[in-house]
């Protein structure tokens, strides 16, 4: 059966194929270290679990409006206003199955054919992907390493043409961790402004900051970039509710109502269950939170010194998130690799260590690691890493 042109263009995920061989190898036996994962280690707290076990015992389990229920919104307008100094109606809030559907369901309803979307790279694997399926143009800008990977105003200035319709900005980023300034959104937002271009603003890892910077979102700059930004956000990481598929788009009236309207032939409703546990995230002390981005801080911190002490490993230590990127272009070369595709597949066959190559976010120098894992765990994996480095030494 002939598939459609849609599908056809995809790319297969590098993340899925590397998960895959490290779970066939773990099933075979082998002691295997996965860092590749894109979700906290860490159960979702006791209390949404209580809000999901009330929500079914009180009969909360049948549809709801396609866009979320009230109590929900409420909960994000108030959120919102709470961490950003943000003000929004509820017609301004999309709740969506997850902060990936959110993203999906913006495309749809925003591009046309050969409209353009600015992605800076390195960018999260799905970003070109859903621009694709919406039938538009993901045109990649690499950020420069020497810039901790951020897109420059001169950058955006550079991609615009007549077809740009909208530019992502994710802070903290996945895959690199590093987070954008007031002064560096505020010019990216001009240069927006001026061409009339749409911000996407992705802001899932906001909690997870490790250091003295406050998170900002562009939107909070000025009353231009608040009509001119669309906020995407959710549950998953902040909360370690990745799957319970709760995310929301938060932004111009007119585009959350023409989502709401596609979700409603498409999921009818995010999962009634899942809302109300949301519901309880958005509205109870961050205490977990806390703590969660405590451990996490703690892990960084002792794989970033382990990781620029290996020969050929040049990492700058990011922001937030819950990833690491490092530079391995030397370490490949002088293990005489093809590429380093080819030395995070010797590294995951000879030391079982699996990590992500960077070719699937758009920067093939790079590797992404997951610090999402216990201490023991990333400890070992570091010697792992380090024998392995060292052993190809040419």
């Not at 980023?173 to 402004?193: D, F, H, I, Q, R």
């Not at 032939?265 to 806390?290: G, M, W």
Request: charged share 25%; with cysteine.
């Amino acid at each position: 059966m002939e598939l459609a042109q849609r599908v056809k263009a995809l790319t297969p995920s590098t993340t899925l194929a590397i998960t895959a061989k490290a779970k066939a190898l773990k099933a075979e036996g082998h002691d295997v270290i996965g860092l590749g994962a894109g979700e906290p280690d860490f159960n979702t707290p006791s209390y949404i679990l209580d809000a999901a076990k009330r929500a079914m015992d009180e009969g909360m389990t049948k549809y709801t409006p396609a866009g979320g229920v009230p109590e929900l919104k409420n909960s994000i307008t108030a959120k919102l206003k709470r961490d950003q100094g943000l003000t929004y109606t509820n017609e301004q809030i999309i709740v969506t199955t997850g902060a990936k559907h959110a993203l999906f369901t913006l495309f749809q309803v925003l591009l046309n054919e050969g409209d353009e979307v600015i992605v800076p790279a390195p960018y999260w694997v799905s970003y070109p992907e859903q621009i694709k399926l919406a039938e538009g143009k993901p045109v990649i800008v690499s950020a420069d390493e020497s810039n901790d990977f951020k897109l420059t105003p001169q950058q955006l200035k550079e991609a615009i043409t007549p077809k740009t319709k909208a530019v992502i900005i994710n802070s903290p980023s996945n895959p690199t961790g590093m987070m954008y300034s007031e002064s560096e959104l505020k010019a990216l937002g001009e240069v927006c402004l001026e061409h009339d271009i749409l911000i996407v603003s992705d802001e899932i890892y906001e909690k997870l900051i490790y250091t003295d910077e406050k998170h900002v979102s562009v939107a909070q700059l000025s009353k231009e970039l608040y009509d001119q930004t669309i906020i995407i956000n959710g549950v998953s990481k902040s909360h370690s509710m990745t799957g319970w598929r709760i995310g929301f788009a938060a932004g111009n009236k007119t585009v959350i109502k023409a989502m709401s309207n596609m979700a409603s032939h498409s999921t009818s409703n995010p999962t009634t269950i899942a809302q109300y546990a949301a519901l309880a995230a958005y509205t109870a002390s961050e205490e977990k939170v806390d703590e969660m981005k405590e451990a996490f801080k703690e892990r960084l911190d002792v794989l970033h010194k382990r990781l620029v002490q290996i020969p050929g490993v040049h990492c700058a230590k990011p922001s937030g998130a819950f990833y690491l990127f490092p530079n391995v272009k030397e370490a490949v070369e002088h293990g005489g690799f093809e590429d380093v595709d080819a030395w995070v597949k010797a590294l995951l066959d000879e030391e079982k260590v699996a990590l992500v190559p960077g070719s699937g976010f758009g920067s093939p120098d790079n590797v992404r690691l997951s610090y999402a894992t216990s201490l023991d765990q990333l400890e070992k994996a570091a010697d792992r890493i380090e024998r392995f480095v060292n052993k190809h030494q040419s």
